[in-house]
């Protein structure tokens, strides 16, 4: 079966290649994922897949950063112009509730779960010619949205798996969830899946993340990872009163004032002694003229901690500060939650039972040496695997490595498709293995 496993996959190769490509031409940010959600949940119906798409992914009331009605209504038609197709583009989908979930039920047996994220990033793509999307046509048809860090991997790799996994159906004994998540970049999309239950009677749950190929990941898969960071990131505006700043700078209250002085005292947080913490203000705007005392200044700031423990230090830290500094300019402030995540790790007794899988049913690929490498960054699948954990069950986030042609997070991002069907190999082999019961 094993090796009928790889046949299978090997033979979604040009159909991988063709679908990563475009995911890659129409790439959607968070809560934007619209044409990619009803791409993904019309593929699942048609494999046979019983699909949850909307309110029954996403729980309403948990999602951070969601846009404007305006923002959706005018992406919805965008989605449709380029593709979308149309019998899956419900209200609730053009509402920006994106992310799907495939379920294959097949009798009684453990629950796996597997994690696939297919937002994309806020970059505006590379249009040089020694970019290869951009030669060979399928470069981002959306401006100022790119997929630089291999979301279109995932969703076309956790497709691929999708169509492998039907066809073991009378082989397997328990329940498959595919997981396609929004929202990752920023943090946002893995909460209201958690809050809604889907990850509540999961026994084995594994995700994995395309990376570059060199350093501790030595191989073609590093079965597990751990050390991701901490996050709580924020959208923080400050409201004063405005004045002519000549005639009557008395009657104002400076918003610039108060979010230059937050922006100050938060770089001067003191780092905390157990290990790594971050602060960041990555943007700051505000002001209409330079003769008016501004009344309104808004930024976006993150901090990060080795643990949630010392993340959530740093939030108490970083609220208490942007209060302080409207109190002291007599402004208001408000905080506004744009997404967060946990510290995470894999169980190295399931992450050791995949490196075995791999090594012993798909010696084509290497297992890297390292197998238990430590992230960087933040990632909320965290929020899955702890929840998993939580109630006993085994969790792994492992590594994809493909060569690159630059860095992720670039705007000449782009990696060895090879990668797709090695994505495929890898998640078909550990379900059957987990769902098979010894039945050979």
């Not at 000549?246 to 009657?251: A, K």
């Not at 169980?347 to 791999?358: A, N, P, R, S, T």
Request: charged content about 25%; glycine content about 10%.
């Amino acid at each position: 079966m094993y090796q009928k496993i790889i046949e299978y996959a090997e033979a979604l190769d040009g159909k991988s290649r063709a679908r990563r490509r475009d995911f890659h031409k129409y790439p959607e940010t968070a809560w934007y994922e619209m044409r990619t959600s009803a791409i993904i949940a019309k593929t699942l119906t048609e494999l046979g897949y019983e699909v949850l798409t909307g309110k029954a992914v996403c729980l309403e009331t948990e999602r951070f950063g969601v846009p404007t009605k305006e923002q959706l209504d005018e992406h919805a038609a965008l989605a449709l112009e380029q593709g979308a197709p149309a019998d899956y583009m419900t209200e609730e989908l053009k509402q920006g509730f994106t992310g799907v979930i495939g379920i294959l039920r097949c009798g009684d047996g453990p629950v796996a779960a597997l994690r696939f994220d297919i937002d994309a990033l806020g970059l505006i793509e590379d249009s040089t010619p020694d970019h290869r999307p951009y030669t060979e046509g399928f470069p981002s048809q959306n401006p100022g949205m790119m997929h630089a860090c291999g979301h279109d991997a995932h969703a076309t790799i956790g497709l691929g798996t999708a169509e492998v996994l039907m066809k073991l159906r009378d082989h397997l004994h328990g329940t498959v969830k595919l997981i396609f998540q929004p929202g990752e970049e920023g943090a946002k999309g893995a909460r209201p899946i958690v809050a809604h239950g889907h990850l509540d009677d999961v026994d084995y749950f594994v995700g994995t993340h395309v990376a570059p190929t060199g350093g501790p990941d030595d191989g073609d898969v590093t079965p597990g990872t751990y050390g991701s960071l901490a996050t709580s990131k924020y959208d923080v505006h400050y409201y004063g009163q405005a004045a002519h700043a000549g005639g009557f700078p008395e009657n104002g209250k400076s918003a610039i004032v108060a979010a230059a002085n937050a922006v100050l005292n938060l770089t001067a947080i003191p780092r905390h002694s157990a290990g790594i913490s971050r602060v960041n203000v990555g943007t700051i705007q505000g002001g209409t003229g330079r003769n008016v005392i501004p009344d309104h200044a808004w930024m976006q700031i993150e901090v990060r901690g080795e643990t949630t423990e010392i993340n959530a230090y740093m939030d108490e830290q970083a609220r208490r500060i942007c209060e302080a500094a409207a109190a002291m300019t007599g402004c208001e402030v408000k905080i506004v939650p744009q997404g967060a995540s946990e510290s995470q790790h894999s169980d190295l007794d399931f992450l050791k039972q995949i490196g075995e899988l791999v090594r012993e049913h798909l010696p084509q690929l290497k297992v890297s040496s390292c197998e238990n490498a430590q992230n960087w960054g933040s990632e909320d699948i965290s929020l899955m695997m702890n929840r998993v954990q939580a109630h006993g069950s085994k969790a792994t986030y492992m590594r994809s490595m493909t060569d690159m042609a630059s860095a992720q997070h670039t705007t000449a991002f782009d990696f060895d498709e090879k990668v797709l069907v090695d994505g495929i190999e890898t998640f078909s082999v550990i379900v059957y293995d987990l769902l098979k019961q010894d039945e050979e």
